[in-house]
């Protein structure tokens, strides 16, 4: 599946990725000082592409920002 570009209220562009159905990554684009987060997409749709900009906006501002892999400490056994 494809990824979905859209432009957000404030004039950012994301890419829409699909990790998972239970979970959509948005990415910031070129001059997108905002940083990448997750989403949980609707239970109705699968695809980005049959979501309008009204609805992604939504998910957007419901997304936690990603958090980095957490790394096992070398020091614990």
Do not use: C
């Not at 494809?2 to 432009?7: L, M, Q, Y």
């Not at 990725?17 to 239970?43: C, Q």
């Amino acid at each position: 599946m494809a990824n979905r570009t859209f432009s957000d209220r404030a004039g950012n562009r994301w890419e829409v990725r699909t990790r998972s159905r239970s979970e959509w990554e948005f990415e910031p684009l070129a001059g997108n000082p905002g940083p990448a987060r997750l989403g949980a997409p609707p239970g109705y749709e699968s695809d980005p592409y049959e979501m309008s900009v009204e609805e992604l906006q939504r998910i957007l501002e419901a997304a936690a920002p990603r958090r980095p892999p957490r790394s096992k400490s070398p020091f614990l056994d």
